[in-house]
């Protein structure tokens, strides 16, 4: 029989939550600390195939340094891979002005294995005078599958007048 939820052993919230990672955790390598490192990442896994006004496509090779541990492209890696692009995409329509991303979402359909070359095709959804909204879609290059989709919402920082 159970024990009564009044009778079992009371936790320190903080115990509780360490529980939740492995005890044998591996520190974080040198290499991953310096500054830029993700930008880097994302150039040695992205080329830029064309850019225009209101729209940025790359291609995406998926390689070991992006892959999870089912050698498929990190869930983390696609959202990320997500923001930088739709950023590069809204600076197409607005410029140099300053803006931060609002929201992100992203939706996983399938899986993306490793040495897949995917097509990662941004475009603009909504332009306005404070917002910009955009739409990434994640497709393989040989059959065209979606993969992967995200739309981000860009709000325009106001200039202040001195």
């Given at each position: 029989m159970p024990t009564p939820p009044e009778?079992?052993?009371?936790?320190?919230?903080?115990?509780?939550?360490?529980?939740?990672?492995?005890?044998?955790?591996h520190e974080i390598p040198g290499f991953a600390q310096k500054k830029g490192f993700y930008s880097d990442?994302?150039?040695?896994?992205?080329?830029?195939?064309r850019v225009e006004r209101g729209r940025v496509i790359c291609s995406l090779t998926v390689d070991s340094a992006v892959a999870n541990k089912y050698k498929t492209l990190h869930g983390g890696a696609v959202?990320?891979?997500?923001e930088m692009v739709s950023l590069a995409c809204a600076k197409t329509v607005a410029g140099d002005k300053d803006f931060f991303l609002g929201e992100l979402t992203t939706a996983?359909?399938?899986?993306a294995s490793l040495n897949e070359v995917i097509t990662v095709d941004a475009f603009i959804l909504r332009q306005g005078r404070?917002?910009?909204?955009t739409s990434v879609n994640f497709s393989t290059k040989t059959t065209g599958k979606l993969l992967y989709t995200s739309r981000s919402t860009f709000y325009i920082m106001p200039v202040a007048s001195l």
């Amino acid at each position: 029989m159970p024990t009564p939820p009044e009778n079992r052993q009371k936790l320190d919230p903080m115990d509780a939550k360490l529980r939740l990672f492995p005890q044998n955790s591996h520190e974080i390598p040198g290499f991953a600390q310096k500054k830029g490192f993700y930008s880097d990442l994302h150039r040695s896994i992205l080329k830029v195939d064309r850019v225009e006004r209101g729209r940025v496509i790359c291609s995406l090779t998926v390689d070991s340094a992006v892959a999870n541990k089912y050698k498929t492209l990190h869930g983390g890696a696609v959202a990320s891979v997500a923001e930088m692009v739709s950023l590069a995409c809204a600076k197409t329509v607005a410029g140099d002005k300053d803006f931060f991303l609002g929201e992100l979402t992203t939706a996983y359909l399938s899986s993306a294995s490793l040495n897949e070359v995917i097509t990662v095709d941004a475009f603009i959804l909504r332009q306005g005078r404070s917002v910009v909204v955009t739409s990434v879609n994640f497709s393989t290059k040989t059959t065209g599958k979606l993969l992967y989709t995200s739309r981000s919402t860009f709000y325009i920082m106001p200039v202040a007048s001195l």
